[in-house]
């Protein structure tokens, strides 16, 4: 994990100090609200529907045990004894009071974290694989890029008052667990024919109220052009992206009314002029980085270890959770394992203040001490020797780690929605408990296989519900709370937008309209079929005709 | 008189800023200007002829390319700020400044506001008119906020990697 140097603590100290002077002066109404809210919104806090939410940055999604422990203080301390981990790999505090934020800073720098950029239209935090580094399938490491691409936006001078908010996310695997396909810009590793680094780029990928998968502007960048070209991208965004309507702010506007082509000439016209300039990136740079994610020092074992595999034989409950927590890990006898912030009844991706010290012992004592946060609101623990499998699996049922349903029905992607957020127009939270609850049996959750299930309380889509395999957003109809649902979306590397199944459902309605599509999906489905093919191959019809049938 | 900052110091205010109507009539000769874009683009001529100082200011919306050729007829180019959010003339001074080479003054005009200076002093802006509700001494504290930066940008042309490896 990176550590920070002399510089980098430095920076984020003056950051505490400001934040402190700032408050300072809105408390004392030397500051009014519209010139305190992207002051406060860039340290990421929000006034929220009954407190305020801090929002605090987990880098690309890793966390040391030490900081998971610092967060779990403040929980404790400053918050009502839990946080949420958001689908942007951040964590979020609800009841902070507004005094006390500049005091969370001063104790999150300590640990080397910060709230910074988290929130406002400037460059948010940049997100990746949860299992960079340990991913089978990797090609590239991409975390080393994203503290590239940290650094370079933190504090970005000419970049902080863009038109909207602006997100990156980086792939370096096979799959893409990244979902860059639905990100402002998206940048894939690669190595082209010679063996060299370099990034495929896409631009004017985003959910909200336009969704749109992003296009390629350009096939290969070499990396040590790294920075200079998404300085061109965002320059031009900053300059041309429009202004005079929030909803039409988002560079995925700008690109389709100039086209993908045009705005990628209008990059490289951009580019040229900074091109090779002081901004191009050093072999020397990318060292130093990369040295703070080397491989920590793993055993060695010749292959899996065979007492696990005997246990999964023998033992259903940790076969169960073997199969869908567990996974595979590029080193002989070592796997990862995804920690299900989903057991039914809590609110997806929330954990309490004793869980989130759990977990850091859990790291200390399992992980190499280091903890990473999924955009699928669970953490994971990337470095397990398989033969401390069956012992962890039996700690983690006694904390409520256990659920083995990632990649399932239940493992539900879910923003605040209605109980926290005031943009909200429907809750999300209860909707996605009601069909937790309809689907508790666990052998037919397996059986169902691997479904993502997102919802989202309004059209911001923060639960990213069009790319949802079954995408679920809260509509307001008359000021009654209603829910769309949507088919057939997908975030990985072929990432597609849902479409919409028909006319929106009454809360009460919607465990059985789940339980009706997944009937579709099990009657037709082939022996090898995930739910996703089998929508693809038979198309929205019988969904919709057995959904509204039955409805009616 | 209004009082801004130049160079990390308050002054008085001299120049005139001329409203984005304005026309030649009336227009004095020798005090200090700051003309509209769209009086510049009309009158260079005529006000080139003028014994007094000239500056342009743009607008928001207003492209730098438009007087890209003109510069060293302007001693003072202010950039206007609608609302401090309109962040399009932070790349309206690092072109002014490392494309096109102004050395005279930029100057931030409208919504300019102390927790917005520091970064407009990173991207090329020498000057800043601050809001007159507020006291520029006071803004001047917020040039201090931070002591080492990232990237490169017009005040600091090496990015930190490349001053942290000078420095081994
Ligand atoms: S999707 Fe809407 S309701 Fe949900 S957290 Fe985002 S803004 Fe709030």
């Known amino acids: ?552 | 008189m209004q009082r801004i900052i130049k160079d990390d110091q308050v002054v008085d205010e001299t120049w005139h800023l001329l409203s984005k109507d304005a026309t030649l009539d009336g227009l004095s000769n020798c005090d200090d200007l700051l003309v509209p874009l769209a009086l510049w683009l009309d009158h260079a001529h005529a006000l080139k002829a003028r014994d007094g100082g000239l500056g342009v200011w743009l607008d928001s919306d207003e492209e730098v390319e438009l007087i890209a050729n003109d510069l060293q007829h302007f001693q003072v180019i202010a950039l206007n700020f609608p609302v401090f959010s309109d962040g399009r003339h932070y790349s309206s001074a690092r072109l002014l400044r490392d494309r096109y080479g102004f050395k005279g003054e930029i100057r931030a005009i409208g919504d300019v506001l102390r927790d917005q200076l520091f970064f407009m002093k990173r991207c090329g802006f020498d000057a800043f008119a601050v809001r007159e509700d507020r006291d520029p001494y006071e803004a001047l504290e917020s040039l201090k906020d931070f002591s080492e930066v990232y990237q490169p940008a017009t005040d600091q042309p090496l990015p930190l990697f490349r001053r942290r490896q000078a420095q081994g």
């Open chain 1, 1 to 552: 994990m990176y550590i920070y140097d002399e510089y980098d603590q430095r920076i984020v100290e003056e950051r505490v100090k400001q934040f402190r002077d700032q408050t300072r002066r809105y408390l004392a109404g030397e500051l009014s609200d519209p010139e305190f809210l992207p002051l406060r919104l860039q340290n990421g806090l929000y006034v929220q529907r009954y407190a305020p939410m801090l929002r605090v940055a987990n880098p690309y999604g890793l966390v040391s045990s030490r900081q998971m422990r610092k967060l779990a203080f403040i929980a404790r301390e400053y918050d009502k004894g839990y946080a949420h981990f958001s689908t942007r790999q951040n964590i979020q505090f609800n009841w902070p009071s507004l005094e006390d934020v500049p005091d969370i800073l001063a104790h999150l720098a300590e640990v080397q974290k910060h709230a910074i950029q988290t929130s406002g239209n400037c460059i948010r935090n940049t997100t990746t694989d949860e299992f960079a580094g340990v991913a089978a399938d990797e090609l590239v490491d991409p975390r080393p890029w994203c503290e590239i691409i940290r650094q370079w936006s933190t504090f970005h001078p000419e970049f902080a008052y863009l038109p909207r908010k602006f997100k990156i996310a980086v792939n370096g695997a096979v799959e893409d667990r990244a979902a860059t396909g639905v990100h402002d810009i998206g940048l894939h590793v690669v190595k082209n024919e010679a063996g060299e680094i370099g990034f495929t780029v896409l631009v004017g990928g985003g959910l909200g109220r336009t969704p749109i998968v992003g296009s390629v502007i350009r096939e290969f960048l070499p990396w040590e052009h790294l920075l200079t070209y998404l300085d061109a991208v965002l320059r031009v965004y900053n300059r041309y992206g429009r202004r005079d309507n929030k909803f039409k702010a988002r560079i995925k506007i700008l690109v389709k009314a100039l086209t993908p082509a045009v705005f990628g000439e209008k990059v490289e016209a951009e580019w040229e002029h900074t091109k090779d300039g002081p901004g191009t990136l050093t072999a020397e740079e990318v060292e130093r980085v990369a040295a703070h994610f080397t491989a920590p020092a793993y055993e060695t074992f010749a292959g899996d270890d065979n007492d696990y595999l005997a246990k999964r034989q023998s033992e259903k409950g940790f076969n169960n959770w073997a199969m869908r927590n567990v996974h595979p890990h590029k080193v002989p006898g070592y796997a990862a394992v995804t920690l299900s912030l989903k057991p039914t009844a809590v609110a997806p991706g929330d954990i309490t203040d004793q869980q989130m010290d759990a977990v850091a012992d859990l790291a200390d004592r399992y992980s190499f001490g280091e903890i990473r946060v999924t955009h699928q609101q669970n953490l994971v623990l990337a470095d397990i020797r398989q033969s401390d499998l069956y012992e962890l699996w039996q700690v983690c049922r006694e904390l409520g780690f256990a659920t083995p349903n990632i990649g399932l029905l239940t493992d539900i992607i879910c923003c605040p929605g209605g109980d926290f957020c005031s943009l909200a127009n429907a809750k999300s939270i209860p909707i996605a408990e009601a069909i937790q609850r309809t689907f508790d049996d666990l052998d037919y959750l397996h059986d169902i296989g691997e479904l993502d299930l997102n919802i989202s309380g309004c059209m911001n889509a923060c639960g990213h519900h069009h790319v949802g395999h079954i995408g679920v957003l809260g509509v307001d109809k008359k000021g009654a709370e209603f829910y769309q649902v949507s088919l057939g979306g997908d975030s990985g590397r072929n990432a597609v937008i849902g479409q919409i199944l028909g006319p929106s459902f009454a809360a009460e309605q919607m465990p059985t309209v789940i339980q009706n599509v997944i009937g579709v999906y099990l009657n037709s489905r082939t022996p090898e079929e995930q739910f996703i093919d089998t929508y693809q191959r038979i198309g929205m019809a019988p969904f919709k005709e057995r959904v509204y049938a039955t409805n009616n």
